[in-house]
């Protein structure tokens, strides 16, 4: 079946420094991918949708400069965030969509990143 | 705008019993629509989706739910839960050919003995 991989899994850094998550659709090339982020006990969050070789479409609310999203191929596609601030702590989770049989995309998401910024 | 409403935060249930989640949305066209399932600290897994015929879909794990186009409801059932299914439940709703889905707030199940 379709996987996605997501690097790192928990990341903890200081304020002011820059932290890069990647994702990676592992047997599949995603046409989409999307970056969410998940507040404690709340639900996902839309951050951004990503195609590969044209820039990253935010979400309103969304600073595209604290969240740089680059899509470089099919396959992987990354998060940084810049300058992180404790308030940018989450856990952010991304998808990969993908043409299924039924002729509609599908959505695979990626186990998490914990970001915890000190 | 699309909305989904998972009107239960928070449902307990002894093991062995039958579960329905419940999930309203808003949507001006036919949805496409999705329960995905989250274990603490994890990713999201796809129970199951509704994308066009049968309106009662089967899933994984045991799971199935109705689609009911006039209550505007996707509710997700299992005659009989099992320890293993405590976790956060996600209801979706989205449009064919665009993967941006919109999510309920969730609903936390916990499993008694």
């Known amino acids: 079946g379709a996987v996605v991989s997501q690097h790192p899994s928990r990341v903890i850094c200081k304020s002011g420094t820059s932290v890069k998550i990647e994702c990676r659709s592992l047997?599949?090339?995603?046409?989409?991918m999307f970056w969410y982020r998940q507040f404690p006990k709340q639900s996902l969050m839309l951050m951004a949708t990503s195609n590969e070789g044209s820039k990253a479409t935010y979400e309103q609310g969304v600073e595209k400069d604290k969240f740089l999203i680059n899509h470089a191929s099919l396959t992987l596609s990354t998060l940084t965030v810049t300058s992180a601030h404790p308030e940018d702590s989450s856990f952010y989770i991304c998808?990969?969509?993908?043409?299924?049989?039924?002729?509609?995309?599908?959505?695979?998401f990626g186990a998490g990143s914990r970001l915890t910024v000190l | 705008a699309q909305s989904v409403t998972q009107p239960d935060i928070h449902i307990t249930v002894s093991e062995g019993a039958s579960l329905e989640l419940r999930c309203n949305y808003s949507y001006g066209a036919t949805p496409y629509l999705f329960w995905y399932v989250q274990s603490p600290g994890q990713g999201l897994q796809l129970l199951l989706k509704y994308f066009s015929g049968d309106t009662l879909v089967q899933g994984i794990k045991g799971f199935e739910a109705e689609f009911k186009r006039s209550q505007s409801s996707f509710n997700l059932r299992k005659p009989s839960v099992h320890w293993s299914d405590a976790a956060e439940y996600f209801c979706a709703v989205g449009n064919f050919g665009n993967e941006k889905l919109t999510f309920g707030t969730g609903t936390r199940l916990t499993i008694i003995p």
């Open positions: 047997d599949f090339q995603a046409t989409t």
């Open positions: 998808s990969a969509g993908r043409w299924g049989s039924s002729g509609a995309n599908v959505l695979t």
